[in-house]
């Protein structure tokens, strides 16, 4: 089974623009994660989608806002891109309750 | 609120050597713990994770950790490392009821010399 793929793999932005960044789930897992990991540091939760409804929210500015759909898959917005959102989104999917996560390889978001 | 500390920013051994990446966390419940590893320019692939039971947990490529509740420790261990053990280890947190919003450390960098 193919694991987690998100795209584009990797985005050139300017400041003030917007991003759209995507996420296919493993095969039968419901839930969605968003994770924003900045060089250097570990990832830092933004959002939880399970069964299309919002399950959990990290502290990011409401220019942050995602959404899943029937198939599972999941899309992360960004509005008004500002310098300090450079970094490697990573996307994660697992089954329901208790199940680890499996995380993609990421989108490498470079804002100039 | 949950946290994770990963006291080693940096750690190098020989291969061969056997391996201990420290990891404490902040939680008032019985936590859910997680070894996870990326390669550069990766995502995160897991190690192991620890839910409940026998607090001594195997992983995959011959990693193993133990869960000590008395000491908010759960510490990565290997017997001898090898070359493409190389690379960032990170130890995470769930949240009570669903491992889905992890709290990472700020990972662990291991360089393997010949």
């Known amino acids: 089974d193919a694991g987690v793929t998100q795209s584009p793999t990797h985005l050139i932005k300017t400041r003030g623009q917007q991003v759209t960044l995507r996420c296919s789930p493993i095969?039968?897992?419901?839930?969605v994660s968003w994770y924003q990991q900045v060089l250097g540091q570990g990832p830092q939760f933004i959002f939880q989608y399970y069964e299309k409804e919002e399950r959990g929210r990290g502290n990011f500015p409401d220019r942050f806002s995602a959404r899943q759909f029937p198939n599972y898959s999941s899309e992360l917005n960004v509005n008004a891109l500002l310098l300090g959102d450079s970094a490697l989104y990573l996307c994660?999917?697992?089954?329901?309750?208790?199940?680890?996560?499996?995380f993609g390889d990421g989108t490498r978001l470079s804002i100039l | 609120a949950q946290s994770v500390t990963q006291p080693d920013i940096h750690i190098t051994v020989s291969e061969g050597a056997s391996l201990e990446l420290r990891c404490n966390y902040s939680?008032?419940?019985?936590?859910?713990l997680f070894w996870y590893v990326q390669s550069p320019g990766q995502g995160l692939q897991l190690l192991l994770k620890y839910f409940s039971g026998d607090t001594l947990v195997q992983g995959i490529k011959g990693f193993e950790a133990e869960f000590k509740r008395s000491q908010s420790s759960f510490n990565l261990r290997k017997p001898s490392v090898h070359c493409s053990d190389a690379a960032e280890y990170f130890c995470a947190v769930g949240e009570e009821g669903g491992g889905n919003k992890l709290t990472f450390g700020t990972g662990t960098q291991l360089k393997v010399e010949l």
């Open positions: 095969s039968g897992h419901k839930s």
């Open positions: 994660a999917s697992s089954q329901e309750g208790n199940q680890p996560q499996h």
């Open positions: 939680y008032g419940a019985t936590p859910y």
